[in-house]
């Protein structure tokens, strides 16, 4: 894993490293697609053509009825998720996918109800981390793509809680760095 993507996983790393190792948690790890996701993520609907010619894909798939079965403890967030949704592509050599492709997800985030407040773009790779409020911020969601010549990572958190509440998990994983999130505003809705 690169370093790049080691640091733009931190957050996801943090929301799930909280939970209790008892936590019912269904990572899948193999090159098919075949099982149906329990969240229907339609921000990154399509994101499982990129399994193809993969060497490894894992997907993370956690909804509010497997965040529920999860004990009390790391903080309480697990109470506060309504989904956790990662799906990460590693390839064997560069070239493997578009990044045509990947535009089509970035082109999501420009429906004016996200604040994108990471872009990075190197001859490495991109990193793009967005975030929205729900209505009068009563929910929140984080999005997190990166894209590298060997990698490609797509994280969608949403839950009732503070971006606050996502810093401070990050922090109580020891040995991880996590940078201060700015506090982020509402979007006002129209």
Same mark, same amino acid.
């Given at each position: 894993?690169?370093? *790049? +993507?080691?640091? %733009? &996983? ?5 929301? +799930? ?8 948690? =269904?990572? *899948? ?19 499982? !053509?990129?399994?193809?010619?993969? !060497?490894?894909?894992?997907?993370? %798939?956690?909804?509010?009825? /497997? &965040? ?7 903080? @309480? ?15 064997? !050599?560069?070239? /493997? ?8 997800? *970035? #082109? #999501? ?5 996200? %604040?994108?407040?990471?872009?990075? *773009?190197?001859?490495? @790779?991109? =990193? ?6 729900? $209505?009068?911020?009563?929910? %929140? $969601?984080?999005?997190?793509? =990166? ?9 969608? &958190? ?14 109580? /994983? ?17």
């Amino acid at each position: 894993m690169t370093k *790049r +993507l080691g640091l %733009n &996983l931190t957050l996801a790393v943090a929301m +799930l490293a909280a939970l209790p190792m008892r936590a019912q948690v =269904t990572i *899948r790890v193999s090159s098919s697609g075949a099982e149906a996701p329990q969240v229907k993520d339609d921000l990154f609907a399509g994101t499982e !053509k990129f399994a193809q010619g993969a !060497k490894d894909v894992t997907e993370v %798939n956690m909804d509010k009825s /497997m &965040l529920g079965m999860v004990p009390k403890g790391g903080g @309480g967030m697990a109470s506060k998720m309504d989904y956790i949704v990662i799906h990460s592509y590693t390839y064997d !050599k560069p070239g /493997m996918y578009r990044m045509e492709d990947i535009d089509v997800f *970035r #082109k #999501k985030l420009t429906d004016g109800s996200w %604040n994108c407040f990471i872009h990075t *773009r190197d001859k490495d @790779g991109s =990193t793009d981390i967005c975030s929205r409020s729900g $209505e009068h911020g009563e929910s %929140n $969601e984080m999005v997190i793509m =990166t894209a590298e010549a060997k990698e490609l990572t797509f994280i969608h &958190l949403s839950g009732h809680m503070s971006m606050g509440d996502l810093v401070k998990m990050g922090g109580g /994983m020891s040995g991880v760095p996590v940078p201060p999130i700015p506090p982020i505003p509402p979007v006002p809705h129209q």
